[in-house]
T-cell receptor
Framework: NAGVTQTPKFQVLKTGQSMTLQCAQD?????MSWYRQDPGMGLRLIHY???????DQGEVPNGYNVSRSTTEDFPLRLLSAAPSQTSVYFC???????????FGPGTRLLVL | AQSVTQPDIHITVSEGASLELRCNYS??????LFWYVQSPGQGLQLLLK??????LVQGIKGFEAEFKRSQSSFNLRKPSVHWSDAAEYFC?????????????FGTGTRLLVSP
């Protein structure tokens, strides 16, 4: 199993540009989440999904959209990037709501 | 609101010495408690977790943590640190009435291991 994979590893955007961060898992996990990690702060939950077709907001959802059309994939969309979205983004998945979360290697995003 | 405090931003430990990383939480009831480790350029890996029962929890890589309800603490320990333990460590809490998607993380403690 590849586990949780994220693409791209690095990305530089200009303010106002849009992009999609990809996340995929091959463990047949129902739960998937997106976090951002900023210096001096712990991980903060952006959006999460408890199954295909079901998503919900986390602590910091503004400026981000998600959808979950398949069990395997959970893309995160930035519709109009802002410098405040410069961060490292982690995707995680788990078999159930109270099971261990497995994290991807992260995507480092710089918005100029 | 729930919060997690990791008071030490950096800790330096000599290889072979013992380690204790502190974690205090503020929560209305006893939450689920976790320690994660993040090696440079990697995602987070779960070290151990506490749900209920024995307050001393064993984890992977020789780590253990002790839950102390009276002190709202969940400190991570290791009796003998190896150079490969150099990483960032995060304490996290999760509410018992929802899933782990709503974990609240501390700001992390970076562990440096000196030879």
């Amino acid at each position: 199993n590849a586990g949780v994979t994220q693409t791209p590893k690095f990305q530089v955007l200009k303010t106002g540009q849009s992009m999609t961060l990809q996340c995929a898992q091959d463990m047949n996990h129902e739960y998937m989440s997106w976090y951002r990690q900023d210096p001096g702060m712990g991980l903060r939950l952006i959006h999460y999904s408890v199954g295909a077709g079901i998503t919900d907001q986390g602590e910091v959802p503004n400026g981000y959209n998600v959808s979950r059309s398949t069990t395997e994939d959970f893309p995160l969309r930035l519709l109009s990037a802002a410098p405040s979205q410069t961060s490292v983004y982690f995707c995680a998945s788990s078999l159930g709501g109270k099971e261990t979360q497995y994290f991807g290697p992260g995507t480092r995003l710089l918005v100029l | 609101a729930q919060s997690v405090t990791q008071p030490d931003i950096h800790i330096t430990v000599s290889e072979g010495a013992s380690l204790e990383l502190r974690c205090n939480y503020s929560y209305g009831a006893t939450p689920y408690l976790f320690w994660y480790v993040q090696s440079p350029g990697q995602g987070l890996q779960l070290l151990l977790k506490y749900f209920s029962g024995d307050t001393l929890v064993q984890g992977i890589k020789g780590f253990e943590a002790e839950f102390k309800r009276s002190q709202s603490s969940f400190n991570l320990r290791k009796p003998s640190v190896h150079w490969s333990d150099a990483a960032e460590y995060f304490c996290a809490v999760g509410p018992r009435n929802t899933g782990f998607q709503k974990l609240v993380f501390g700001t992390g403690t970076r562990l440096l291991v000196s030879p």
